[in-house]
């Protein structure tokens, strides 16, 4: 199966088609961080983040969704990329892939090196206001929850800020549009570590010519699937990454 996704890769490559990557919370959980729906591990195992990381509870309970949901998404920030990011940033640079599209928020994708990143669930780096529209750290969050600030506000506006996180319920943001357009008429989807059920992210495979998926898991879209690779991301990647170096250069 390895051997036959790093062929598939190769002959698109060397005729000038384009490949692109789908990650999930599934490449992460070898950096430590919980995917959602893993038995026995999974968030949705402890607590429901359909409901604490979510725009009514960051509106209607913002003391509830800063000590639980915010809490959830700054536990994300101590992790380290690990070999399948890793892996994944040298097919890029080394023009195997063209890019990363991620429903992941942690960072890990940039943190490895990967340049082309469209963050469709937006990401844990940053704060936005919601009335002005001002972006900075988000660590101006984390100042204004620990001096009891909630909701935390606006340094400039006065308006609220939150995390710049898409929250269950709110829209997608210009990424995903970006995304779409780039897996439109794409030559290759690899989608990694997903479970392929939040929505609209799981209607991208079937807009690309064809998929392939690495999922530990079965998933809803395994039976159009060009191959299915039952194995973790790390070592699936880093086995498709030698074989298409042993199939020699792109040049
Ligand atoms: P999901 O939890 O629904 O599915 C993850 C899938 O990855 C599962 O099917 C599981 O079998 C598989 N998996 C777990 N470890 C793996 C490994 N080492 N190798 C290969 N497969 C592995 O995740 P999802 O489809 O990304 O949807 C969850 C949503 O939650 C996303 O929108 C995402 O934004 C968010 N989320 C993000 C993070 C993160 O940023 N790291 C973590 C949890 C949830």
């Known amino acids: 199966m390895i051997a036959e996704a790093a062929g598939l890769i190769h002959g698109i490559r060397r005729n000038g088609g384009r490949v692109l990557v789908l990650t999930g919370a599934g490449v992460s959980t070898e950096s430590g961080i919980p995917d959602f729906r893993s038995h026995g591990t999974g968030l949705w195992e402890t607590r429901d983040p359909t ?32 070999g399948a990011h890793r892996v994944l940033a040298r097919m890029e640079a080394e023009g195997y892939i063209q890019g990363i599209i991620t429903q992941n928020i942690d960072n890990l994708h940039h943190r490895a090196g990967s340049r082309r990143v469209w963050e469709v669930h937006g990401n844990t780096r940053d704060a936005v206001c919601v009335a002005c529209g001002r972006v900075g750290p988000v660590e101006e969050i984390e100042e204004a929850v620990a001096r009891g600030e909630i909701p935390p506000r606006c340094r400039v506006c006065g308006g609220r800020i939150r995390p710049a996180v898409v929250l269950f319920g709110d829209p997608m943001p210009h990424a995903f549009t970006e995304a779409l357009q780039a897996v439109k008429g794409a030559d290759l989807l690899v989608v990694v570590g997903s479970s392929l059920s939040v929505y609209p992210v799981a209607y991208l495979p079937e807009e690309a010519k064809q998929y392939i998926i690495i999922n530990l898991s079965p998933t809803a879209l395994d039976y159009r699937a060009r191959l299915v690779i039952r194995e973790k991301a790390s070592v699936a990647l880093e086995g498709i990454y030698t074989a298409l170096v042993k199939l020699g250069g792109l040049g």
């Not at 990381?53 to 700054?74: K, T």
């Open 51 to 82: 409901e604490v990381l979510s725009l009514r509870v960051l509106e209607e309970r913002p003391q509830r969704f800063y000590a639980e949901g915010f809490r959830l998404l700054m536990d994300m920030r101590s992790a380290e990329p690990n």
